[in-house]
């Protein structure tokens, strides 16, 4: 269940924000064996974090930039996170069409080898060359699209990867807060005090902290504005990143990365076996970023541009869902936002206990920010065990050698009793964990209330008692994506039963 907290807590770290770069540091951190609170204003990964283009990738546009430095990092980071979740990041291939307007093939095929060598790559194939007159990702392409290139990145599950970073920070010490906002921070001289609001309690939580981790994201001035002593060293630029789905536009397991004439590139991905992912767009705003939406000349721009690949005609009508998320992206004065740098930035100040302030990321890269975050207070903060998350398995990930394809089909014939379509998307979402939702079992009646699709109250109950689901939309949106498949039905069933089983029975936190 949510875990229970006394008004006053001391701890070593207060970690605020609870997307992939504050679980990550408060995982790293609790690993490290420190006491840790975690504040998130909402869910875990309601915004930057769960409407990425869902990519583990060195990021290959970023060789135009200059940006080795973040290219050779990520590439490296990407077979690590490979061997650390492999129930939930998977590799994928990646098509190339060769547009002559746009890039000689000489050029694309030099930054492809950059790609293959820039990085350690044990576990993913090289690039080639293909001819896409005889390869089955060129049959949804326009004719005129005859020769292409073939790479490798992974997908990841995005909100599920925080999520189990948040469970494995919790089951190693930390307190995670969902639902509850860092309203106050003020510096004493040993120790930061912050006051934290909670939606389940009129009353407020005073959390004494030896350092703070701003990892508030696009909120991370905000957030550093709330000590009237201290000043955001940098700055950031609010970048908006929209994406849409639509009914399957191929068949094949292949996604494409197209060239666009903005210099811009676009991504057509395979998505939740019915679907396909389109994305992403830059534009850059100054609004509020929870309020960020998909305009509909965004959705024209992506439609447009898928249009100039894919021969069968991609309109507006043809859009199923579509979801926005703002990258807090480093203030590197660039006039183009698109070519504002994706890597992070880290701020600690040291007048009094530290504060470590975090400026732009991206997925790939959390693993190895939370490290750099943690071996900056490593020594303020008496941390002497050193880093771990190299090595580290996130839950679910424990099984022989990192090896999918044969944990699948040993769950298969465990749980032989279970529908098998849903024994794989147990499997692909909670890895080991699987065993917790069906070993008590024995028929499909006795996994409880059928919602509808796929779900059954015996995942339902996993989700509330350990990975801190609070609402249909927590279990349907972010845990799983359930609501693309289930529609409206399945969500006013789950959000029927929780409004008449949890309401009063579950809360984040329960003041004592």
Not at 44 to 50: R, V
Request: aromatic share 8%; proline share 4%; hydrophobic share 40%.
């Amino acid at each position: 269940m949510h875990q229970k907290v006394k008004s006053s807590l001391s701890v070593d770290l207060l970690v605020i924000g609870g997307g992939i770069n504050g679980t990550g540091v408060a995982r790293d951190a609790s690993g490290r064996g420190l006491s840790v609170v975690l504040c998130e204003q909402d869910d875990l990964a309601q915004y930057t974090s769960s409407s990425s283009t869902k990519l583990i990738h060195g990021g290959l546009r970023y060789l135009e930039h200059y940006d080795f430095k973040l290219v050779r990092h990520s590439l490296k980071e990407r077979e690590v996170l490979l061997r650390s979740a492999p129930h939930i990041i998977w590799p994928m291939r990646f098509i190339l069409p060769h547009h002559p307007a746009l890039r000689p093939r000489w050029l694309i095929r030099l930054g492809l080898f950059l790609y293959d060598h820039l990085g350690k790559r044990e576990l993913l194939p090289g690039s080639k060359g293909v001819d896409l007159r005889k390869h089955v990702s060129g049959g949804v392409l326009k004719p005129e699209f005859t020769r292409g290139f073939e790479y490798s990145d992974c997908w990841v599950q995005d909100a599920r990867m925080v999520v189990l970073n948040a469970m494995d920070a919790k089951e190693r010490g930390s307190v995670v807060l969902t639902r509850t906002r860092c309203t106050g921070l003020s510096r004493n001289r040993d120790e930061w005090e912050a006051t934290l609001a909670s939606r389940e309690s009129s009353e407020p939580i005073k959390v004494h902290a030896r350092a703070v981790v701003n990892a508030a994201g696009p909120w991370v001035e905000q957030v550093a504005g709330l000590d009237p002593g201290s000043q955001a060293a940098h700055g950031v630029r609010l970048v908006k990143g929209s994406h849409i789905i639509v009914p399957s536009l191929f068949e094949h397991g292949y996604a494409y990365i197209f060239q666009n004439k903005d210099d811009r590139i676009l991504f057509a991905i395979p998505y939740e076996s019915d679907f396909t992912l389109l994305g992403t767009t830059d534009v850059e705003i100054e609004s509020d970023p929870a309020q960020a939406t998909v305009s509909d000349e965004e959705i024209d721009y992506l439609c447009h541009n898928a249009n100039q690949y894919f021969a069968r005609k991609l309109t507006p009508d043809d859009v199923v869902a579509k979801y926005a998320g703002v990258r807090p992206l480093f203030d590197d004065a660039k006039k183009n936002a698109s070519k504002t740098t994706r890597d992070y930035v880290l701020h600690m100040n040291n007048e009094g206990p530290p504060l470590v302030s975090i400026y732009g990321g991206k997925l790939t890269t959390f693993r190895r920010l939370s490290e750099e975050v943690m071996d900056m207070l490593a020594h303020p903060l008496g941390a002497d065990s050193g880093a771990w998350t190299a090595t580290g398995v996130l839950p679910g990930g424990d099984f022989e050698a990192a090896d999918y394809a044969g944990f699948e089909a040993e769950c298969k014939t465990r749980y032989a009793w279970c529908d098998q379509f849903l024994v794989t998307r147990l499997a692909r979402n909670y890895g080991s964990r699987i065993d917790q939702i069906l070993s008590s079992a024995r028929s499909m009646n006795e996994l409880g209330q059928h919602f509808g699709a796929s779900l059954y109250q015996a995942e339902v109950s996993y989700l509330i008692e350990n990975e801190l689901a609070m609402s249909a939309e927590d279990i349907l949106v972010r845990r799983t994506k359930l609501g693309l498949h289930g529609g409206q039905s399945l969500a006013q069933s789950l959000g029927h039963w929780f409004s008449k089983e949890f309401t009063r029975e579950v809360s984040t936190i329960s003041v004592a």
